[in-house]
């Protein structure tokens, strides 16, 4: 069956090519009289035209494609953030490229290396480590616009969208206060990201109140995982005195393994220790219990970034270079009230 082409619109819809182009094209549409250019759309997705989008972005000197470097795919939060991105960009032409570091430096410079090879137009990344900045700031110099998304690097003048994660950490530590809990612990995502380490600052702001006793372990999580969540309770158990009766895990995956950690050595969540995670992650009201959490908008974050993105390439109305958004709590059955005596 021979293509259909631009030229076979503008026939079937009476209209001239160039017209048919611009009603076609997401960056001129609006040349065109709307209800032109919604006939001209019709016929064009009943002959099943598809544009070109190779061709139209070499006229524009753009390889059409956004890199989107993830730190890890297995996290279920960050999935509704690249479908954000994803569906932001495609609107407009552009298509996004994923790739994952797991939390790796050399990985993410190998990423970035192979992603300015292959002409991508902007990059956005969760992937941020503090000692990520300099390469980051070096793709960007070069031209290669970098938003970054969840996590940001303190001045370096890159454009974000974040969480207010201090909020964030203060929320969940006046969940565990309002429900009465007066020994408390939390634990640590990796201080090398700026998430984490405001999500701490914001806890101890929370629960910075008479009669209040905050216990710990001087340890950090080396990634943001089940595994570690786990690992970090398990010593949180063996090693804090008083036992906390409330915790604050600075991400869902750390929660969780947390409160496998509070099974394993035959504790219960809530009745013994309640556990609140932060993101509210795809699943996290699934797991047993359903996990109290700070909510942050995966989905809209990476829209945002996606379209930051697109304003640095001139392709969109232009945002703010920083967007912060406001987390909300949300209780569920893994915190309740300290158990009584």
């Avoid at 090519?17 to 250019?37: E, Q």
């Avoid at 945002?304 to 967007?323: D, K």
Wanted: charged residues 20%.
């Amino acid at each position: 069956m021979p293509k259909v082409t631009l030229r076979d619109v503008a026939r079937e819809a009476g209209v001239h090519y160039s017209t048919a182009s611009r009603a076609l094209d997401p960056h001129k549409s609006w040349l065109v009289n709307p209800d032109t250019a919604t006939r001209i759309q019709a016929k064009a997705l009943q002959l099943g035209y598809q544009p070109d989008i190779v061709a139209r972005g070499l006229r524009r000197g753009q390889s059409t494609t956004i890199g989107v470097v993830i730190a890890n795919l297995g996290n279920t939060f960050l999935a509704p953030l690249v479908r954000g991105v994803s569906n932001a960009i495609e609107r407009h032409g552009f298509i996004a490229v994923v790739a994952e570091t797991e939390e790796d430096n050399d990985r993410l410079q190998r990423i970035l290396n192979h992603l300015l090879s292959r002409r991508v137009d902007a990059i956005v990344t969760t992937a941020a480590h503090f000692s990520a900045s300099d390469m980051l700031c070096e793709v960007d110099r070069q031209g290669v616009p970098v938003v970054l998304a969840m996590r940001g690097l303190p001045d370096s003048g890159l454009p974000a969208v974040l969480p207010d994660d201090t909020l964030g950490g203060t929320l969940a530590g006046r969940h565990l206060l309002d429900l009465g809990h007066r020994v408390v612990a939390q634990l640590l995502g990796p201080q090398d990201i700026l998430s984490f380490v405001d999500r701490g600052r914001g806890f101890r702001r929370g629960v910075d109140a008479d009669g209040v006793i905050v216990v710990g372990v001087d340890d950090v999580a080396e990634r943001p995982t089940i595994e570690e969540g786990r690992r970090l309770m398990g010593r949180l158990l063996a090693e804090a005195r008083p036992l906390p009766t409330g915790v604050f895990a600075h991400n869902d995956l750390m929660a969780i393994g947390a409160i496998d950690a509070l099974a394993a050595a035959g504790l219960r969540c809530p009745e013994d220790v309640s556990v609140i995670g932060h993101n509210d992650s795809a699943l996290s009201d699934h797991v047993c219990p359903p996990l109290s959490t700070v909510r942050v908008p995966s989905e809209e974050v990476g829209r945002l970034a996606g379209e930051l993105a697109l304003s640095l390439l001139g392709e969109h109305n232009g945002h703010e270079r920083t967007i912060v958004l406001t987390p909300t709590l949300v209780p569920r059955a893994s915190t309740a009230p300290p158990p009584r005596g």
